[in-house]
């Protein structure tokens, strides 16, 4: 496996349901990031993860709960979601968080989750 | 506030040139970030401005005017593959935090 992995790559649940998201980034960095992608909206960063540590939360309700066990691993915990999460979400990887130059951040193809 | 402002859709003629602009208003300014997303894939990274100018890639080239808060991306020879939302993406004060916009959805046509 190469770059950054998502799984699962589609996932329908109801609101009462609880679910995980998992990022996997072979990359070696050391930043991982979850975004949020609505239909025709911008790509909204939720939470920041440097060295395992959360440095970021974009003031995400607590239905979204973030794991980063090692700088390798992401996972995004579900629960009672509502049907308006629906959305893309996106893991992201970058070297780390203030490195100078470009510092681009790399992502993986995503979670098609719809809540019903 | 912040502000990304880019088009929402152009279209395009297989092999011709394309301009999709962007500009922006963020509190600070740390470089400026060009990504291509096809429908249902990841984002892929295309382009970093962070000095004024032009830098360019191949078919891809990338223009930033920091005092105008202004960006380009310019593709040439346009292929059929080249279909995608383009995605401006600044990044403000934070040395890692990027704003995006909604992106530009671009349709090359045969």
């Known amino acids: 496996e190469t770059g950054v992995t998502q799984t699962p790559r589609h996932l329908v649940m109801g609101m009462t349901n609880k679910k995980s998201l998992k990022c996997e980034q072979h990359?070696?960095?050391?930043?991982m990031y979850w975004y949020k992608q609505s239909a025709k909206k911008p790509l909204e960063l939720m939470f920041v993860y440097n060295f395992k540590e959360q440095t970021e939360n974009n003031s995400v309700p607590s239905r979204f709960s973030p794991e980063c066990p090692n700088s390798s691993h992401l996972f995004l915990h579900l629960h009672t979601l509502q049907p308006e999460d629906s959305a893309l979400y996106l893991c992201a990887s970058s070297q780390d968080l203030f490195s100078g130059r470009a510092n681009e951040q790399f992502f993986g193809p995503g979670t098609r989750l719809t809540v019903l | 506030g912040q502000n990304i402002d880019q088009p929402t859709e152009m279209t395009a003629t297989e092999g011709a040139i394309v301009q999709i602009n962007c500009t922006y208003q963020t509190s600070g300014f740390n470089g400026l970030f060009w990504y291509q997303q096809h429908a249902g894939e990841a984002p892929t990274f295309l382009s970093y401005?962070?000095?004024?100018g032009l830098e360019e890639k191949g078919r891809f080239s990338s223009f930033l005017s920091r005092s105008k808060g202004y960006s380009y991306l310019l593709l040439k020879e346009l292929q059929m593959k080249d279909s995608a939302s383009y995605l401006c993406a600044p990044r403000g004060d934070s040395s890692y935090k990027l704003i995006f916009g909604s992106g530009t959805r671009l349709l090359v046509r045969p």
């Open positions: 401005n962070v000095l004024d």
């Open positions: 990359l070696g960095h050391n930043a």
